[in-house]
């Protein structure tokens, strides 16, 4: 089943108080919309010290929306000063956890096998990972986007069943797009998914690439989203910038109006 989702990485913004807040209002406005949250999957995921209040907030008032973290720790527990374990995520109700984001792999050092560690980590514990790759302008310049990303992919999922890895969902998100106004086309994100899911295909099967989730970011705005979306490969969108904006976010979410 591959429902599409739109999901939006906050990053470092929004206190708790602001998360709340930016909550309600894009509950508000789907409601009012009358959005189908069964068509189309909504998901946040604010910084971590966010969480308890989104939790409260949704539980409270049973909101169709699902919630997640940015990074999770690769270990299980203890001496660990400063990490957040996919067991505490869990319990605070989290359905998914990004993993291995551009920003984590060039800011904090992390690897593929970093990664292939934060998704066994997350897939324990209940968690829905979304592994995250792309390529940087230099490999892209090189033309050799493909091969790259795929093995980022292979590196990541490495020793994980089919099963585990139907859990998952996978984003592409090209390091030049990311922040930068600079889109990839359709086109581009069309080939790098049917490239992901058929590499996936290869390795565990056509009905675990068939129900695989693959989605797209950088630079997703209302304005580009729908044309994305309509390629047969994307199942949705990771947005960032444009998912501080109650309103932007929810006329993404809205794709189809
Ligand atoms: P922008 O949408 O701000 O380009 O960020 C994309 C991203 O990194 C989402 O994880």
């Not at 789907?30 to 971590?48: G, M, R």
């Not at 984003?171 to 030049?176: D, I, M, N, S």
Request: hydrophobic fraction near 40%.
């Amino acid at each position: 089943d591959r429902t599409p989702l739109i999901a939006g990485n906050w990053k470092m913004n929004l206190d708790h108080q602001q998360a709340v807040t930016l909550v309600q209002k894009l509950s508000w406005i789907l409601t009012d919309a009358d959005h189908d949250f069964e068509k189309v999957e909504v998901a946040v995921f604010p910084p971590f010290t966010d969480l308890r209040s989104v939790q409260t907030l949704v539980a409270g008032d049973r909101l169709p929306l699902m919630y997640g973290a940015q990074d999770v720790s690769a270990e299980e527990s203890g001496a660990f000063t400063g990490e957040i374990s996919a067991q505490f995520l869990s319990k605070l109700g989290c359905r998914y956890v990004l993993v291995g984001h551009s920003e984590r792999r060039t800011l904090h050092g992390e690897d593929d096998a970093m990664a292939n560690r934060k998704l066994t980590a997350a897939l324990r514990h209940g968690l829905a990972p979304i592994l995250c790759v792309g390529e940087g302008l230099d490999v892209r310049q090189a033309g050799r986007h493909v091969e790259h990303t795929l093995a980022q992919l292979r590196g990541a999922l490495e020793g994980l069943s089919t099963e585990q890895v139907t859990d998952m969902v996978v984003a592409y998100e090209p390091v030049w797009a990311i922040g930068t106004g600079e889109v990839a086309g359709p086109d581009d994100a069309q080939q790098m998914c049917a490239a992901l899911r058929a590499d996936v295909a290869s390795r565990y099967g056509e009905e675990a690439a068939a129900g695989l989730r693959l989605l797209y970011g950088g630079s997703v705005k209302s304005s580009n989203a729908a044309s994305i979306l309509r390629e047969k490969d994307v199942d949705g969108l990771l947005v960032g910038g444009a998912s501080l904006d109650e309103a932007e976010f929810a006329n993404i979410v809205r794709f189809e109006h």
